[in-house]
C-alpha cells in the first residue's frame, strides 16, 4: 500500500537522455480524448502498449508517480499513488515505486514491472521483485514482469501500428454499418479486398481508416484473429474477427519471477508387477569370496533399481559383484566402481553389438548411486535373459 511518508518520482526528470513519451489509452477514457500515459523507457512503452491490449485488463496507471507530478500533466493517479512496496535488502528496511498498477476483469490487482532483464536479475531488483510478489499473492492479484525477451519488438510494432489508427474520427459511424455488413463476423479477408466492397461509396482513405479502427478496437477485446507476433499487419494480411460475446484470446503471461525453476531430478519408475522388498542396501563387497563366485546362479542374487540420477530414463540394474544387467536393455554389463555416471548399453547399441557378440558380457556402462532390492525385478530379468 501506499506510503504517505513516499513521494512520487518526476519520470522525466529520472529519464535524463533515455527515450521517453506518452501513450494514448482507451481503456481510461473514450477514443476521442484518450488519456495519455508517460514511459521513460522503451520497455516502459512496450509494457503499457502490451496491457493497453490485454483484453483482461481494466484499467491501469503509473505507480510511481505522485499527486504533484499527475496534477502538473493531467494524469490519472492510484487510490494509494505512489504505490510503495516494502522490502528488505542486506539487512536494511527500503520501500520502491512499481512502474504500473491496475486492475482485471474480474476485480483482482496488478503490478507490472518493465527493465532489461539483467538489471531485473541483480540482487536488490530480485529483491523488489518478490516482495511485489508477495503483496500480489496477499491480496489475491498478480505480479508480471516485462523484459526485452518477454515483449518481443514484432509483438510490439503491430500494436503501435494499430493504436496509431484507433483514435475516432467524424465519418467512422456512418462507415462502420455498412462495413460490418460486408464483413461479417468470421469472414477472412484483407483490408485492400475489404476495401475494394465500398469502392465508390466513401473515399478509400476514410474506408481504410475505418477498417483499421475496427481491427484495432476488436484486437484490444481479444478478438482479432491474428497472430501478432508471428505475422506483421498491412493490407493484404488475411485477418478475422471474432464476435462480442466470444470469450477474448489472452496473450502468453508475463513471469512474475525471474529466479532460475529448481531442477527437478525425474524419479524411477517401477514396473507394475515389481515389488520392493524392505530392508536395508544391499553391498555385494560384504559377500565371501565363494559367494561371488555364483555368478550362474542368477535365481539367488538380489536385484537393485538404481536411485534417482539426472539420466532420463533412470537404468534398473541387477548387482552381482563386478557385474551389473540392465533390464531396460536387457544386457549384463560389466561395472566399474570408479566410474560415476549412469549409460544405458542400449544407447551404445549400434558401433557396440559387435562386441556383444563375441562376449557373454556386452558393453561396459557406468553407474552409481543407491540400490533399492527388488527380487521380481530379477525374475523379470532372469526370463529375459533366458
Partial sequence: MGSPATEGIDLFKIANRSISGWVPSFKLSSAVAPVKLPFCSQLEERLLLWLEYHPLVVSYARGDIGPQFA??????IPKHAPFAIGYAFEGKPHEYLPDVVGRLSDGTPFIAEAGME???????????????????????????????????????????????RRKHFPAFDDIAIPLQEIWPIGDVASVEEIESRLAGKWPSNLVEAAI????????????????????????????????????????HP?????????????????????????????????????????????????V???????????????????????????????????????????????????????????????????????????????????
Fill in 212 to 251: 483499421w479502427k475496427m481491427v484495432g478496437d476488436s484486437a484490444a477485446a481479444g478478438h482479432l484473429l491474428v497472430d501478432l507476433e508471428q505475422h506483421t499487419l498491412d493490407r493484404k494480411l488475411p485477418l478475422a474477427l471474432l464476435p462480442p460475446e466470444a470469450p477474448p484470446l489472452v496473450p
Fill in 118 to 164: 539483467d538489471d531485473k536479475r541483480s540482487d536488490r531488483n530480485l529483491a523488489k521483485a518478490e516482495a511485489a510478489r508477495r503483496l500480489s499473492r496477499i491480496q489475491r492479484g498478480t505480479f508480471w514482469i516485462g523484459t526485452e525477451r518477454r515483449l518481443s519488438k514484432h509483438r510490439h510494432y503491430n500494436l503501435v501500428y494499430l493504436h496509431a
Fill in 71 to 76: 496534477t502538473a500533466y493531467r494524469l490519472p
Fill in 304 to 386: 537393485f533399481h538404481l536411485a534417482p540420477t539426472r539420466e532420463k530414463p533412470p537404468c534398473i540394474l541387477l548387482f552381482w559383484n563386478a557385474f551389473v544387467g540392465c533390464i531396460s536393455c536387457q544386457h549384463a554389463c560389466q561395472w566399474r566402481p570408479f566410474m560415476s555416471i549412469l549409460r544405458c548399453a542400449n544407447s551404445l547399441r549400434a558401433s557396440r553389438r559387435r562386441r556383444a557378440r563375441r562376449s557373454s558380457f556386452p558393453p561396459t556402462i557406468k553407474c552409481a548411486g543407491r540400490f533399492i532390492a527388488s527380487k521380481t525385478m530379477m525374475r523379470s530379468w532372469q526370463c529375459a535373459k533366458g
Fill in 254 to 302: 508475463l513471469p512474475d519471477t525471474l529466479l532460475p525453476e529448481p531442477e527437478v531430478i525425474p524419479t524411477a519408475t517401477h514396473s507394475s508387477a515389481s515389488i520392493s522388498l524392505p530392508g536395508p542396501t544391499f553391498d555385494a563387497s560384504t559377500l565371501d569370496e565363494k559367494r561371488r563366485g555364483e555368478q550362474s546362479n542368477w535365481g539367488r542374487l538380489p
